[in-house]
């Protein structure tokens, strides 16, 4: 079946180090991949999405392309800075008449100043 | 445009009782999806709307249902509540273009616990 890991967390960095939150997926057919982020005591925001191989999706300075022979959509950012501290979401939907995602169990990302 | 809301934000319940939330979409979307929020389990999708159509179901008992109105908003109902249905219960709204990047658009969620 369809399926999203993500590594676990959580993740602490100082201000202005680099990110990466590892995300692979298993699917069938050609899916669209997304990161979300949710800040305490809210519900999801979309960060970005890439809908085909080797789509680069960017927002905010996280980017995150999509990668189908390592079946991956890791996503980075080059300077995190405190208010970056959630929890990030990467997700799969698979073409077809449905707008079911798929999430992964989630990263805690820490940021100190 | 107004963003999803969702109503109420939190609530309480006792065992055995009954649950109704509501979720109203983004002006112009027809799709509207539940998903389930746990520290356990992560976020699960429950199921999803489309023109008051049920379009797909995830794995979950027959105490979880839902429905959407005429106007693209939805409800959903947890009957016989259980301590494990407490959770943030999350409704995303999509404008269901056909396109595969069809973006979900989330709401703020209902805290519902179940004591």
């Known amino acids: 079946g369809n399926s999203v890991t993500q590594m676990e967390g959580p993740v602490t960095l100082s201000e202005e180090a680099f990110l990466t939150i590892n995300c692979t997926y298993t699917a069938t057919g050609y899916p669209s991949l997304f990161w979300y982020v949710q800040y305490p005591g809210e519900g999801l925001q979309l960060l970005l999405k890439a809908t085909k191989a080797d789509d680069k999706g960017s927002n905010k300075g996280f980017e995150a392309t999509y990668r189908k022979e390592t079946t991956s959509f890791h996503l980075e950012k080059g300077s995190v800075q405190v208010s970056d501290s959630a929890v990030y979401f990467c997700?799969?939907?698979?073409?077809?008449?449905?707008?079911?995602?798929?999430f992964g169990t989630g990263t805690l990302l820490a940021v100190q100043p | 445009k107004a963003g999803v809301t969702q109503t109420p934000r939190y609530l309480i319940k006792t065992r055995g009782q009954q649950v109704t939330l509501s979720c109203s979409p983004i002006s112009g979307h027809r799709s509207v999806s539940w998903y389930q929020q746990t520290p356990g389990q992560g976020l699960q999708f429950l199921f999803e709307?489309?023109?008051?159509?049920?379009?797909n179901k995830g794995n979950f008992p027959g105490r979880f249902s839902g429905r959407q109105f005429s106007n693209s908003r939805s409800e959903m109902n947890v009957s016989t509540l259980e301590l494990g249905d407490s959770a943030l219960y999350l409704c995303a709204s999509s404008a269901n273009t056909g396109t595969s990047g069809d973006t979900q658009y989330f709401g703020p969620g209902t805290r519902l616990t179940v004591l």
């Open positions: 997700a799969l939907k698979n073409g077809g008449a449905t707008n079911k995602l798929i």
């Open positions: 709307y489309f023109s008051e159509t049920q379009r």
